[in-house]
């Protein structure tokens, strides 16, 4: 199975801070058919997950255009420009290039 | 508007079978695919397994052994069912379908 290796675990921001999250795979996540499906999923305490970023970079309807998702192959990168109290919760990067369906271990986001 | 939602009861016995119910509305089981994933207390989230749009399935393969997912279209309704209960199978299930979520389910697997 691919395994998602996410960092940091913690991250500790102020309001308005820019931070970005890595989520490196264990192999490429390129498809066969030219896609990347990497995704990035926030879940706010207590809720659902809700998707942020889907295939790398494009940004999921309704999402504010503070997030931003990058990278390829192996390596890839959620940042958000200006970090907002609504955003606090648990990130988590998504592959579903390869079988079975895989998830990182998590980047838990708090107000410093 | 896309809606999911999960039912099943919320107190298992070890050794038992577990049964939950996801009920979409706003679209087609035959034309989406979807997903079952779980969240044990406190931790992270583990894919369980998917139903195609065609009907197939795929399992998580350390669940393989226990765990099935079938669908009646007809009533918009995609199952869950996964025996040999344990402590650990405790959790928070949801299903999921692309960007849309259910509310969750939690089940506490307990004598």
């Known amino acids: 199975d691919v395994v998602l290796t996410q960092t940091p675990p913690t991250l500790s921001a102020t309001i308005g801070q820019s931070v970005s999250i890595s989520c490196r795979s264990s192999q490429s996540l390129l498809h066969s058919n030219g896609n990347t499906y990497l995704h990035w999923l926030l879940q706010r305490p207590g809720q659902s997950p809700q998707l942020l970023i889907y295939?790398?970079?494009r940004l999921e309807s309704g999402v504010p255009n503070r997030f931003s998702g990058s990278g390829s192959g192996t390596d890839f990168t959620l940042k958000i420009s200006g970090v907002e109290a609504e955003d606090l919760g648990v990130y988590y990067c998504?592959?579903?290039?390869?079988?079975?369906?895989?998830f990182g271990g998590g980047t838990k986001l708090e107000l410093k | 508007q896309v809606q999911l939602k999960e039912s099943g009861p919320g107190l298992v016995q070890p050794s038992q079978t577990l049964s939950l119910t996801c009920t979409v509305s706003g679209f087609s089981l035959t034309s989406y695919n979807v997903h079952w994933v779980r969240q044990p207390p406190g931790k992270g989230l583990e894919w369980m397994g998917v139903i195609w749009s065609g009907g197939n399935t795929d399992y998580n393969s350390a669940l393989k052994p226990r765990l099935s997912i079938s669908r009646d279209t007809s009533k918009s309704q995609v199952f869950l069912t996964m025996n040999s209960l344990q402590t650990e199978d405790t959790g928070i299930y949801y299903c999921n379908r692309r960007a849309d979520w259910g509310q969750g389910v939690m089940v506490t697997v307990s004598s």
């Open positions: 295939s790398v970079s």
């Open positions: 998504v592959q579903g290039t390869h079988a079975p369906r895989t």
